[in-house]
């Protein structure tokens, strides 16, 4: 993949979620909502702070996160849907 985020930037491939309810029920297509989960593909080096001091980034490649329905930009790359977001966008990491 050709892309570095820059600053406080994070790129993210969303996770599927489950096709089926608890109780059984196969949820179709069209009524599905887009996943609030998802996985780092790559973090950039972090924000500059007043002091210009760099700030590093609390979440890293690999790291599982929730972040918000509507956060971030969606992008293509080597035809796989990405998202781009600020860090400040990511609501927690999944342990």
Sequence with gaps: MGLRPLHD????????????????IIIPDT???????????????????????LVPMDVKKGDRVLFGKWS???????NEELIIMKESDIMGVIA
Excluded: F, H, N
């Design 9 to 24: 930037r994070v790129l993210i491939r969303r996770v599927e979620s489950e096709e089926k309810t608890r109780g059984g």
């Design 31 to 53: 009524a599905k909502e887009k996943p609030m989960e998802g996985e780092v593909v790559a973090a950039g080096p972090g924000a500059r702070g007043e002091d210009g001091k």
């Design 72 to 78: 971030g930009t969606e992008v293509k790359i080597d």
